[in-house]
């Protein structure tokens, strides 16, 4: 299993980043796909999810509204557009694969613990300054 994250950057207050998520290694279109991020000194954060087929999403509160997940299957990749970027989204971003038995919404109370991915990648920073 390989998850590589791309287009991370600097970026001003207010301004726009998207990111992708190139996976390979399993069946992507059978698993939920998550975005997490995790700041300097503080700990992990679950930002967004998207079901197998891309037409169910979600949001944390923190970035409902700037922010649209979604997947194309077809290439095996999740993306993440953000957008109205604020400093408090300076984070390193990870995508990150579920562990089988907790790809859906039923694990949606763990979605911010490690333990409920069995991947991710290296992870894109983002950094939000003006």
């Known amino acids: 299993v390989q998850l590589v994250e791309s287009g991370g950057g600097l970026v001003q207050p207010g301004g726009s980043l998207r990111l992708s998520c190139a996976a390979s290694?399993?069946?992507?279109?059978?698993?939920?796909m998550y975005w997490v991020r995790q700041a300097p000194g503080k700990g992990l954060e679950w930002v967004s999810a998207?079901?197998?087929?891309?037409?169910?999403?979600y949001y944390s509160d923190s970035v409902k509204g700037r922010f649209t997940i979604s997947r194309d299957n077809a290439k095996n990749t999740l993306y993440l557009q953000m957008n109205s970027l604020k400093p408090e989204d300076t984070a390193l971003y990870y995508c990150?694969?579920?562990?089988?038995?907790?790809?859906?919404?039923?694990?949606?109370?763990?979605?911010?613990?490690?333990?409920?991915?069995?991947?991710w990648g290296q992870g894109t920073q983002v950094t939000v300054s003006a």
């Open positions: 290694g399993f069946a992507f279109s059978g698993y939920w």
């Open positions: 990150a694969k579920p562990i089988p038995g907790c790809s859906g919404i039923g694990c949606r109370e763990h979605w911010g613990s490690w333990q409920t991915y069995d991947y």
């Open positions: 998207v079901n197998t087929a891309g037409g169910t999403t």
